[in-house]
């Protein structure tokens, strides 16, 4: 079961684009143990968030474009605490078809390509929050899920350490 929060109120006719559009968008995030956040500060699009492997918070947004299209792009940051300042990498928008295999096709594609995205791919963006939001902007960190291929890859991580120190 996919994990979806409603944000704010679409325009009208972009609900209904989702409707029509949405399962492969649901199946993608469900595979991955992504959050859905749909139309976050009023987008006309959900949000598909999770926890970096590296670090920091990502989401691939799906936007609605023309009839036979959706706007995709993503963004990874990293927040650095102790000096308040945002390290981000970000996609630019580009279109893709509704077609299901398509779309499903793109955001695998998109997905492997951000998380293959190292702390070395990252610009600041200055000071992004003030010292007393550090608490917030870590909360809200922990919001975002731990996509599934992290969560295995933490796993053998962890089986070979136990397999390694039994050989000691």
């Given at each position: 079961?996919?994990?979806?929060?409603?944000?704010?109120?679409?325009?009208?006719?972009?609900?209904?684009?989702?409707?029509l559009?949405?399962?492969?968008?649901?199946?993608?995030?469900?595979?991955?143990?992504?959050?859905?956040?749909?139309?976050?500060?009023?987008?006309?699009?959900?949000?598909?968030?999770?926890?970096?492997?590296?670090?920091?918070?990502?989401?691939?947004?799906?936007?609605?474009?023309?009839?036979?299209?959706?706007?995709?792009?993503?963004?990874w940051?990293?927040?650095?605490?102790?000096?308040?300042?945002?390290?981000?990498?970000?996609?630019?928008?580009?279109?893709?078809?509704?077609?299901?295999?398509?779309?499903?096709?793109?955001?695998?594609?998109?997905?492997?390509?951000?998380?293959?995205?190292?702390?070395?791919?990252l610009?600041?963006?200055?000071?992004?929050?003030?010292?007393?939001?550090?608490?917030?902007?870590?909360?809200?960190?922990?919001?975002?899920?731990?996509?599934?291929?992290?969560?295995i890859a933490?796993?053998?991580?962890?089986?070979?350490?136990?397999?390694?120190?039994?050989?000691?």
């Amino acid at each position: 079961m996919v994990q979806e929060e409603t944000w704010g109120k679409p325009k009208p006719g972009i609900e209904e684009f989702f409707e029509l559009n949405g399962q492969v968008i649901r199946e993608f995030a469900s595979n991955h143990n992504l959050k859905i956040e749909k139309y976050y500060h009023n987008i006309d699009g959900w949000h598909l968030v999770f926890q970096h492997p590296n670090g920091g918070a990502c989401y691939i947004e799906v936007s609605k474009g023309d009839e036979q299209h959706v706007l995709i792009f993503s963004d990874w940051w990293v927040d650095d605490y102790g000096t308040s300042e945002r390290y981000d990498k970000h996609t630019d928008p580009f279109e893709c078809s509704i077609d299901k295999e398509a779309l499903s096709n793109t955001l695998e594609n998109l997905f492997q390509e951000v998380i293959s995205w190292t702390k070395d791919d990252l610009s600041s963006l200055g000071k992004s929050f003030q010292p007393l939001q550090k608490k917030e902007v870590k909360a809200d960190l922990k919001k975002h899920p731990v996509p599934k291929q992290q969560k295995i890859a933490l796993i053998a991580c962890l089986t070979a350490k136990k397999y390694f120190i039994a050989l000691i």
